[in-house]
């Protein structure tokens, strides 16, 4: 399998707290992507990255941030938890170049905030 | 309106049927498609890209209408393990969006 690992598998955190979850990629591809999943919604982009210290904005951003400095280490902070980000988060990469093959998920984080 | 749509689901089909999955999109510069597999509890897998003349792997076809904006997954045979969610997946400007998913369950 693709070198991709996300770190912790699964954590409960209380309102208001920070957290940082972890995605760590040994293909050094350029591109990496934080994806939440919730019922009824699928996959949405949170903040994507396209390269060191290059990162954009996706689809459902508010109330994250993120951090690339270094190519293997994609960091996904949640400033103050609140109970609307419980959910399942997948990072994700793909190869440089066109996108012919799609992206490769690591395992996903399962976070509860309580 | 959703930028993937698909059919809602679940699938509850009889091993050996054949099940179609239907999807629309509605950006007409989407680049690129995909079918994705998700098991329960893991993560989304590309099960295929999908070609505007339509291809093929194994007992899986996909088909694209850029046309009409739609993409379908057929799967003849239906096994046991084909159970699963299947999300149909559109690449625009190098970011993948994806449709909810349609859920599969094949029964013996």
């Known amino acids: 399998d693709a070198g991709i690992t996300q770190s912790p598998r699964h954590k409960v955190t209380e309102t208001g707290t920070p957290v940082t979850l972890r995605c760590h990629q040994t293909?050094?591809?350029?591109?990496m992507y934080w994806y939440r999943q919730d019922p009824g919604h699928g996959l949405r982009l949170i903040h994507y990255?396209?390269?060191?210290?290059?990162?954009d904005k996706g689809e459902v951003s508010d109330g994250y941030s993120v951090s690339r400095s270094k190519t293997e280490d994609f960091l996904l902070t949640l400033e103050s938890a609140t109970s609307s980000q419980t959910s399942v988060y997948f990072c994700?990469?793909?190869?440089?170049?066109?996108?012919?093959?799609?992206?490769?998920f690591g395992s996903g984080t399962r976070l509860t905030v309580v | 309106r959703k930028e993937v749509e698909q059919d809602p689901g679940p699938f509850n089909v009889p091993e050996g049927a054949t099940v179609a999955f239907n999807c629309t999109y509605s950006?007409?510069?989407?680049?690129?498609f995909f079918w994705y597999r998700q098991d329960c509890r893991k993560e989304p897998k590309l099960l295929m890209s999908?070609?505007?003349s339509g291809n093929e792997d194994g007992r899986f076809t996909a088909q694209l209408n850029r046309a009409s904006q739609y993409i379908s997954l057929l799967i003849r045979d239906s096994k046991l393990s084909d159970s699963a969610t299947y999300l149909c997946?559109?690449?625009?400007?190098?970011?993948?969006?994806f449709g909810q998913g349609t859920e599969l369950s094949v029964k013996p």
């Open positions: 990255s396209y390269g060191v210290k290059d990162t």
């Open positions: 293909e050094n591809h350029r591109y």
């Open positions: 997946v559109v690449n625009q400007g190098g970011k993948l969006i």
């Open positions: 999908v070609y505007s």
């Open positions: 950006n007409s510069a989407s680049q690129s």
């Open positions: 994700a990469i793909r190869p440089d170049g066109t996108l012919v093959g799609g992206y490769t």
